[in-house]
């Protein structure tokens, strides 16, 4: 039983890793209807800025951790969604009366630019952090085994909490949440309307881009190191989650992202950690045979 | 912007389009077509099946950008547009003509307080300071979103679905969702508001009321309208001004009792020639 809610907590946390990159994924299908490969490599930038952001602002001589973790976020996040807006605005804009697959295919491209940008600017090495957010509680203790949450665990479900309100609020209270709805059902019409479709698509990516800032600074927190490549399995993992969960859904992207987590910890923790990829992976083609819109998907209505 | 000065002569027209071709491949959809709208009148263009109305409105509202002419819109203040080289969402914003479609274009997915609040995005989105205002939630945003939400339920109530506000624009029954559209064109404030057969699949009942809420949208808020309608007890009541086409030219225009009694009219709805529709007419009379 403690063994089980030990492995309950680290299930939920890196859930909600996946979540907020699952969202990004669902976001963009729902506006424009492509994968935005790159999205997992945006993660892996986001990750990159949280680091040099640290190291700069320990070398300038701040300790004081608050400050600096929320320093850290505001500039992973927007630094990150410089990024989103930019692959957007070069990769995917200029071909969005293409034919179908040509924006897909783009941000294939894409992700490999941006990991191998990485690589070379940052180098192969994985990049370790010393350990910034230390301590925990032990919850409980039974027949020698301690239940462990840490104060980085708290900070990540907290962060991710938070930042789903506030994203809910965004998309169903008010303007901008608004537009990007009626974007993602008749663009023409919003235009038509008035909108500015490019721009509240650019939102989009501006927000999913930020939201994977986070994760990415996030997991620098919680593994203590980032690499170049880290951006392709994370990404994959998200994808799936979002599909899961049923791609251009919200609450999807983030009960995709938890099933995911928990399912493989659970697997890691119960049978092998080599064959965990195999179980989440198994788990998304039963669901998809099963439920093939995913959990919260709706049916795909035909547009007239 | 394109904004150049009026010619005095053109000043009572709100809309006036000459020369306008539009060619797909080998097909004239439209051969130089001049009509025009006036300001603060319902203006109707009619023909039989294929005779380019729909094709006009697209050129109208940057849907298609016509092989050759000139589409030139006038707002009161003098000001005035070249459609044609406006693109998407300009024609809205910056020239404030509006459209409705043929086959119901609503957001489905939104309630139809929302559909209303969509079209007023280019009020909200000066006042919310292009958004960062108002995540914020500057005051000055606040006043605009309750403007907002005050123009909606003004239509809504106009169009008696405020007790429906909440429901899903797609759950509405028909005739409501035509009636929805239509206060969704008004919410974006428009100069000139297109209409593509309003009055398509609606009964008589609901037919009459559309009238009455076009001609209080002409009275009350001095808007110009154009209209293609195939229902000809909306054309003939409440036009002030017909435009027929066929084949993609102009054959008449007048008064509604004038383009009634044109034999020309008569014998492109009936697709026969002139002396056929002559006798027709004698024959009914």
Wanted: glycine share 10%; net charge negative.
């Amino acid at each position: 039983m403690a063994y089980f809610s030990q492995q309950l907590i680290n299930g939920v946390v890196l859930g909600s890793i996946y979540g907020l990159i699952a969202i990004g994924y669902t976001m963009v299908y729902g506006i424009v209807g492509m994968i935005n490969f790159a999205h997992g490599d945006i993660f892996m930038i986001g990750g990159f800025v949280a680091l040099i952001t640290f190291l700069i602002l320990v070398s300038i001589g701040l300790t004081f951790v608050p400050v600096i973790l929320l320093l850290v976020l505001l500039v992973a996040m927007a630094m990150t969604a410089l990024y989103g807006w930019s692959v957007e605005r070069i990769a995917y804009r200029p071909l969005r009366h293409s034919f179908r697959l040509a924006p897909m295919l783009s941000a294939i491209g894409m992700s490999f630019a941006l990991s191998n940008f990485a690589q070379v600017a940052q180098g192969a090495r994985v990049k370790p952090v010393p350990p910034i957010v230390t301590g925990g509680y032990t919850l409980f203790e039974r027949s020698g085994f301690a239940v462990q949450l840490s104060n980085i665990q708290i900070i990540v479900v907290i962060t991710t909490l938070v930042l789903l309100a506030l994203f809910t609020y965004l998309v169903s209270r008010t303007r901008l949440g608004r537009d990007m709805r009626a974007c993602e059902q008749d663009q023409t019409m919003a235009a038509l309307l008035g909108v500015d479709v490019d721009r509240t698509i650019s939102m989009t990516f501006v927000i999913g881009a930020a939201l994977a800032a986070v994760a990415g600074m996030m997991y620098l927190l919680y593994y203590g190191l980032v690499d170049f490549f880290m951006g392709f399995v994370a990404g994959i993992k998200a994808f799936t989650a979002a599909v899961l969960g049923g791609i251009g859904s919200l609450p999807g992207a983030m009960l995709g992202g938890l099933s995911i987590g928990l399912i493989e910890t659970m697997w890691s923790a119960y049978f092998s950690v080599e064959y965990k990829d195999v179980a989440a992976f198994s788990i998304l083609i039963v669901v998809l045979i099963f439920l093939p819109t995913g959990l919260l998907g709706r049916p795909e209505v035909e547009k007239v | 912007m394109s904004a150049v000065p009026a010619s005095s002569a053109a000043h009572d027209d709100i809309l006036a389009v000459s020369g306008l071709t539009m060619r797909f491949g080998g097909i004239v959809a439209i051969n130089d077509l001049s009509f025009t709208a006036r300001r603060g009148e319902i203006s109707a263009l009619i023909g039989p099946n294929g005779a380019g109305k729909t094709t006009v409105f697209n050129c109208i509202t940057g849907f298609y950008k016509p092989t050759s002419g000139d589409i030139r819109l006038t707002h009161s203040d003098g000001k005035s547009y070249v459609l044609q080289s406006l693109n998407d969402f300009r024609i809205c914003k910056v020239a404030k003509v509006a459209r409705t479609f043929q086959n119901i274009r609503l957001f489905p997915g939104l309630t139809a307080l929302e559909n209303l609040m969509v079209a007023q995005h280019n009020a909200l989105m000066r006042a919310s300071g292009f958004t960062l205002m108002g995540l914020l939630g500057m005051p000055g945003w606040r006043t605009a979103e309750k403007a907002a939400i005050d123009l909606s339920s003004y239509w809504l109530e106009r169009i008696g679905l405020f007790d429906r506000a909440d429901e899903a624009a797609g759950n509405l029954p028909y005739g409501d969702q035509r009636r929805l559209e239509i206060a969704r064109a008004m919410c974006t404030e428009p100069a000139l508001l297109c209409l593509d057969e309003p009055a398509a699949g609606l009964n008589a009942r609901e037919s009459g009321e559309l009238n009455e809420l076009l001609l209080s949208i002409r009275d009350d808020r001095g808007a110009s309208i154009l209209l293609i309608e195939h229902d000809m007890s909306v054309v003939m009541e409440i036009s002030d001004h017909v435009t027929v086409l066929d084949y993609g030219v102009k054959i008449a225009g007048g008064t509604p009792q004038q383009v009634r009694d044109d034999p020309k009219v008569i014998a492109a709805y009936l697709g026969t020639d002139e002396e056929t529709a002559l006798a027709v007419m004698e024959g009914d009379a």
